[in-house]
Structure formats: structure tokens, C-alpha cells
T-cell receptor, first 111, second 115 residues
Framework: QKEVEQNSGPLSVPEGAIASLNCTYSDRGSQSFFWYRQYSGKSPELIMS????GDKEDGRFTAQLNKASQYVSLLIRDSQPSDSATYLCAVNEGGADGLTFGKGTHLIIQP | EPEVTQTPSHQVTQMGQEVILRCVPISNHLYFYWYRQILGQKVEFLVSFYNNEISEKSEIFDDQFSVERPDGSNFTLKIRSTKLEDSAMYFC?????????????FGDGTRLSIL
């Protein structure tokens, strides 16, 4: 059974600070890792993808992957109130495989 | 920016009826997916589809469900003999290719309410 674990939160962060979101996964065959943002009642929106160990930066977002520890994280710098949402970690074995999602972390950015 | 389009946005159906949820994937994408999200729960994979056949399906995707690509643009999910527990958001997603690592892009979803 493939599992993706996330702290459900809520995680409360002051505006302008760094938000740190974490995710662990059980399937060692996982090759692709994604962070999606989901506003209440909306669909998942792709934020970041990462496929190899290390860091990947895109604007205010940095994804970090450690396959040995089966750990993925997302850092959001200069957090804005509009970043308040649920952040979903999703993994698959690559290719056309279905994604296995975590339950998501509810992030609240306090103005 | 191209996007996945889903219709209807909300479907209300009596228990026991059949429903068809429709999706238009991004035009140059070749892999298509259906997911569902029961209120307050995580997003769950149902099925993936490529080259007019199912690539992978989850335990949820039993004989009650079927998928079809009836023409060059639409991708449908049919749910037969609907049950109360089928009430959920259903998301369609597509990705450009299945080889290598390609992210899946999601549509806005169809909210299915079974009465």
C-alpha cells in the first residue's frame, strides 16, 4: 500500500516569513514528486515538480527531495496571505502512473 | 495557457441512476486520468488512459465505472447505478507524455451529488 504522509496542520506563518511543508512517502520506487496547491472547493494546481535529489527553486518556492530518507519538502519564502491554502504532496513511479496524494497541509499566512 | 475543461461543474443525480462526467484534456496531451476527492478527504486516483485503453486503475475503479474517449477531444467517466458514497468531486487530469517525468494538470472538477 503506497502511502504519502503530511502533517494536516493548520500551519500558521506570519506574512513575509518562510513556510516549511513536509511530506514522507512509503514507496521506494517513487520517481516523481509534486506539490499542488488547493484552495477550498477548487482543484489541485501544480506548484512544483522534482525528480532528483537536492533542491529545485522556482521563484519564491523551493522543493527539496531526499530519496534515501523518502522525504520531500516545500519552502515558501516571503509568504503572502494569498499563499493560504492546502498544499498537497503527490508522488508516482513516473510515466503515466497515477498519483498518490497525501491528505495535505493547511497553511495559513497571518497578515 | 491551455487547460483541462470539465463539464458539468455540478451534477445532481438520484441514487441508482447513471452519470457521465465529461472532460476535454489539453490538446497535445496523450495521457488522461480521473481522480476523486470525497469531501474532507484526500485526492484518490481512479484510472489512467492512453491510446484508447486503460493503462492503470485503482481498487476503487470497479465494474461500476468505465471510461471512454468517444472522439478526438472528449474523455468521459461513466458511473453506473450510483450510490450515496459516490458523492465527491471528480477531477480529470492530463499529461503530455507518459515517458519520463511529466506533471499532470487538473481540471476544475465536477461536483457529483447523489440524492
Amino acid at each position: 500500500q503506497k502511502e504519502v504522509e503530511q502533517n494536516s496542520g493548520p500551519l500558521s506563518v506570519p506574512e513575509g516569513a518562510i513556510a516549511s511543508l513536509n511530506c514522507t512517502y512509503s514507496d521506494r520506487g517513487s520517481q516523481s514528486f509534486f506539490w499542488y496547491r488547493q484552495y477550498s472547493g477548487k482543484s489541485p494546481e501544480l506548484i512544483m515538480s522534482i525528480y532528483s535529489n537536492g533542491d529545485k527553486e522556482d521563484g519564491r518556492f523551493t522543493a527539496q527531495l531526499n530519496k534515501a530518507s523518502q522525504y520531500v519538502s516545500l519552502l515558501i519564502r516571503d509568504s503572502q496571505p494569498s499563499d493560504s491554502a492546502t498544499y498537497l504532496c503527490a508522488v508516482n513511479e513516473g510515466g503515466a502512473d497515477g498519483l498518490t496524494f497525501g491528505k495535505g497541509t493547511h497553511l495559513i499566512i497571518q497578515p | 495557457e491551455p487547460e483541462v475543461t470539465q463539464t458539468p461543474s455540478h451534477q445532481v443525480t438520484q441514487m441508482g441512476q447513471e452519470v457521465i462526467l465529461r472532460c476535454v484534456p489539453i490538446s497535445n496531451h496523450l495521457y488522461f486520468y480521473w481522480y476523486r476527492q470525497i469531501l474532507g478527504q484526500k485526492v484518490e486516483f481512479l484510472v489512467s488512459f492512453y491510446n484508447n485503453e486503460i493503462s492503470e486503475k485503482s481498487e476503487i475503479f470497479d465494474d461500476q465505472f468505465s471510461v471512454e474517449r468517444p472522439d478526438g477531444s472528449n474523455f468521459t467517466l461513466k458511473i453506473r447505478s450510483t450510490k450515496l458514497e459516490d458523492s465527491a468531486m471528480y477531477f480529470c487530469a492530463s499529461s503530455r507524455v507518459g515517458q519520463g517525468n511529466q506533471p499532470q494538470h487538473f481540471g476544475d472538477g465536477t461536483r457529483l451529488s447523489i440524492l
